[in-house]
């Protein structure tokens, strides 16, 4: 029987805020700064109200041009974000990020949706931008977690080579956690969402399949470029 997703109004989701609030009484019930807490809830809820207006007004557009400047703000941001908790200076080797985030991003997004879903047009925003979103998020995890590790291990005196094979395992505990996970102890939510809008459980499956190898090959790719980019710049941890 097919089966199709209730339209959310506004009323009913401020029920989910319900056990949010539970979170928040216990915090404060136990003398915790719950302020970053709560500004993260205020901040995601803005974010994700104002991007569905910016969205439905990108997918009546159907501008090629557009969506390409939307994917390169996504990689300027995503980069810059990657960088946050590094201990060198973010210009330093932000080049750095936006280049091995950007050849990663752009590899995996062909193949995905010229390759696997045939997409026509290639920009079409319904399906890219979601898409480039889920790869630009990985990269950046992933460019991030190798990024911190391979200083750290700088700091030790460690050399490259031992520095770089374990920044790179480092960034990729995440993702293979992820696949071991999958399907088990997690329904990712590509395959949740298809499956309450009624697609059958078979073909989300396959689309989650698609999902999984994206993330984790973007991730992997994303931070072994950085690593190799920012070689000859390691003496600048130690200047």
Not at 145 to 156: H, M, P, Q, V, W
Not at 188 to 196: D, N
Not at 221 to 227: D, G, H, K, N
């Amino acid at each position: 029987m097919e089966q199709t997703i209730n339209t959310i109004s506004l009323q009913s989701l401020a029920y989910a805020f319900i056990p949010v609030a539970v979170v928040f009484l216990i915090m404060a019930k136990w003398s915790l700064n719950s302020q970053r807490a709560m500004i993260a809830i205020s901040r995601m809820l803005v974010q994700l109200l104002l991007v569905g207006y910016v969205l439905v007004y990108i997918f009546a557009s159907d501008s090629a041009w557009l969506v390409g400047f939307i994917l390169v703000v996504m990689v300027l941001f995503s980069s810059w974000i990657a960088l946050s908790n590094l201990p060198v200076s973010k210009t330093k080797v932000v080049k750095s990020a936006v280049l091995s985030i950007s050849i990663s991003a752009a590899f995996i997004i062909v193949v995905i949706t010229q390759g696997v879903l045939n997409l026509s047009p290639w920009y079409q925003p319904q399906t890219l931008l979601p898409l480039a979103g889920m790869i630009f998020a990985s990269c950046m995890n992933s460019v991030s977690l190798s990024g911190e590790r391979f200083y750290a291990e700088l700091s030790k005196n460690t050399g490259y080579p031992e520095a770089r094979n374990s920044a790179f395992q480092t960034s990729m505990i995440p993702n293979i956690n992820a696949l071991f996970a999958v399907g088990i102890v997690s329904l990712p939510g590509m395959m949740s969402g298809q499956i309450l809008s009624g697609v059958s459980p078979f073909i989300a499956a396959r689309y989650q399949i698609m999902v999984m190898c994206m993330i984790f090959a973007s991730a992997g790719i994303a931070s072994a470029l950085f690593l190799i980019l920012v070689k000859d710049k390691t003496f600048q941890l130690k200047s």
